[in-house]
């Protein structure tokens, strides 16, 4: 019986907020988001600045300052400046994508499965991939280049698909299932027209990974989260009324069919860049926005999914160097079991309807 | 001619290829509290989803004053009228405050997110409608009733002089049906205008200042209960024989289905 009066407690500590006003405008911050999201972004900085310390060379935090600032001994500036950092910035943009995406389809999709990888935008990519590495052999370069193309041919086809008819997050869902499915056939086929070595190549690229990934592929992710944020912070409060329903956000004076089309694109470009450089890390665009979630109850914050989404990748990068009996793993094997097994403890500890929504 | 704030004008209404109405023309009065009923499949949600611009009309329009409703931006329309749907979706957590503070959307903007208005408006809306003791809780912990008074709260924070509302009876038991009826009624007086859709026909009868009885999606009869409430209408709209008494307690016409309607099943 003790635990009865929790949810009042839980619900009125959401509510509460500051507001800013100055002249016309006001800005009000719910204390809860505004603690998960400094929270996140502190437990991100200090994971980030472990990360640069360690690795097969342990640097400490002293020699990484150093080495940053360029008064360290040349070995430690090539390890942090060409080996850590682009691996680390690569995964800090492409967790935070992958966390805006999830929690974008999330919200489109009004379902807690609704991700990249259930409405077929990551199987597109892979078989972007595919393409480039079985039919043309050809580099990273490529094989970045066609995945993003993949998944955004992907995103345009559920859209045109989508387009006009009943728009709720149904038919949606079946929509990209379909396509999953077919692009599932596709990239079957093409993995059994290949030989062993670039199928070898290509199962590497389907697990996701951000080993030798350079400045350059981490600069392209930043500059489409960087546009992926101000298209979100312009439609969030749409977003959050679409949460009501498709009708009540009408009657709100939401503009229903543009927010949805624009947040599909959104979701799918951020989709495209982070998959064509990483590779389909799995269970990232899952499991962040619910993560999210949890930490900034009842109000959603997309901010916050994009923080743990980076937050995810990070330290699932950092157990992948660490690697199993000496040997690195692939980024995408960790992100899968960690965040796998933490969905399912989520749901263990707290079972409860609802909480996955 | 337009007097009315709110009309369809030879709108032809369907879902798809599905035509549910065609060339229909109705004319919501200014300042009644208007209920559209009739039995099921007759279109009467239909028309009120066009009214409240979630269908378009494929042909003919709506039009709300006097301007079509669909050339208007929505934002504005949503200041001019407020739309309670059937079964909106509270978010998982939400306190009553929250949600209805959701009804500012339409005076609210980017660095406009909660000025000293919303704030005053929603704590009138919330008085209102009787829940400002609820304020604090989860609306996932309140009663059917409670939970339609804040979502009526919550579309009164978008203070529109025109509410819809879309069946807001169904789903509840009697005595919040009778609560929420009687909320609407102070609404009306008031002075705002009112447009429901009900089931009921006697709480139609009895809460309604302007019937629009409809069929097969075509209007039937039009005008105060006193006047349309008759036994040959409900007989065309509902084909069911009755009898119509007064209603003792509030003198409106009362619906008495007749016992002879059992011999024909």
Redesign the interface.
Known sequence: MTTAPT??R???S??R?T?L?VG?????LRHRVLAAVLGSLAALIALAMWSAATGSTSLGLERVWYALIGQGPKGDEFILWELRLPRLATGLAVGACMGLSGALFQTLT?NPLGSPDLLGLTQGATTGALVSIIVTGSSLQVTTALAAVGSLATGLLIWSLTRGGDPSGYRLVLVGIGISAILAGVNGYLLTRTTIIDAFRAVYWLTGDLSGRDFGQARTVAIVLAAGIVVI??LS?GLD?L??????A??????VGATRVAALVTASVLTAAAVAVAGPLAFVALAAPHIAARLT????SFLCSALVGALIVTAADMIAVAGVGGHQLPTGVVTGVVGGAYLIWLLIAHRKK?VL? | MTASPLAARQATLGYGRTVISEDLTVEIPEGEFTVIMGPNACGKSTLLKAL???LKPSIGSVLLDGKDIHSQP??????R???????????????V??LVA??R??H?G???????DDERVVAEAMRATDIADLS???V??LSGGQRQRVWIAM?LA?QTPLL?L?EPTTFLDITHQIEVLDLCAKLHREGRTLVAVLHDLNQAARYATHLIAMRDGAVVAEGAPADIVTAETVEQVFDLPCRIIDDPESGTPLVIPSARARDRV
């Not at chain 1, 016309?24 to 009000?28: E, L, N, P, W």
């Not at chain 1, 109850?297 to 959603?300: A, I, K, N, P, Y």
């Not at chain 2, 929505?74 to 200041?79: E, N, S």
């Not at chain 2, 980017?110 to 000293?116: E, F, N, T, V, Y």
Request: without cysteine; proline residues 6%; hydrophobic residues 35%.
């Open positions: 949810p009042v839980r619900a009125s959401d509510a907020a507001v006003r016309g405008y006001s800005i009000r009004r912070a312009l409060r009324s949460r009501l329903g498709e009708a009540a009408t009657g709100l004076g939401v503009r109850g009842s109000s959603r609802g929504s | 409240a611009r979630m929505t934002r504005a329309v949503a200041r009228l407020g739309l309670l749907p059937q079964s909106p979706i509270a978010p998982d957590g939400i306190t405050a929250d959701r009804g959307y339409p609210q980017i660095l406009r997110q909660w000025s000293a604090g809780r989860g996932d912990e579309v978008q819809l879309d």
